[in-house]
């Protein structure tokens, strides 16, 4: 597992190599990952995992919020990732997850993964949707979505993967070593 292989150490030298200043802008943080040519979604996307990094919104992720972030992204619970994705998926930030919310995360999950799928994204939300969103107001509350990827072991698989940064420690371990 690369997680495991994958420590802090590392992290932290490259890290300091790609970022001198120790703050990491947008496009920095696009750099840093070599994420580039995205899709709008897989970029809004990116955009949004951004701000979620940023605690405390001043436009760049420092060390310390790096480290945060990584550290849940590794090490987390189940509980705290799915707060954390909770937060992140709610891009106007209203407190709950609208259906439109949700099929641009899955969209977006799906370009950036780029594996193949028996449902189209639609479909996919609007199933997970139905189920979860128990009291029906059409839109999720932390509770009914923490609850919701419990229960669903699909949609669990898929909130897994949207911050499963596996291919991506592949790429900065592959450039590394190349170097
Ligand atoms: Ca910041
Ligand atoms: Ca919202
Ligand atoms: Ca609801």
Redesign the pocket.
């Known amino acids: 597992m690369i997680y495991k292989q994958w420590r802090f150490t590392t992290g932290t030298r490259s890290f300091m190599t790609e970022c001198p200043s120790g703050q990491l802008t947008l496009h920095e943080f696009k750099q840093f990952f070599g994420l580039r040519g995205l899709s709008g979604d897989a970029n809004s996307y990116i955009e949004q995992m951004f701000r979620t990094f940023d605690m405390n919104k001043d436009g760049y992720i420092d060390f310390m919020e790096y480290v945060a972030a990584l550290s849940l992204v590794l090490r987390g619970k189940i509980e705290q990732k799915l707060r954390w994705y909770f937060k992140l998926?709610?891009?106007?930030?209203?407190?709950?997850?609208?259906r439109h919310?949700l099929l641009n995360i899955i969209k977006a999950v799906r370009a950036i993964n780029g594996c193949d799928h028996d449902t189209t994204a639609e479909e996919f939300t609007n199933r997970v949707f139905d189920k979860i969103d128990v009291n029906g107001d059409g839109?999720l509350s932390l509770e009914e979505f923490v609850e919701g990827a419990r229960k669903d072991e699909e949609f669990m698989d898929v909130m897994m993967k949207s911050l499963d940064l596996t291919h991506i420690m592949t790429m900065i371990n592959n450039r590394r070593h190349s170097v």
Do not use: A, M
């Open positions: 998926y709610d891009v106007d930030g209203n407190g709950c997850i609208d919310e839109e």
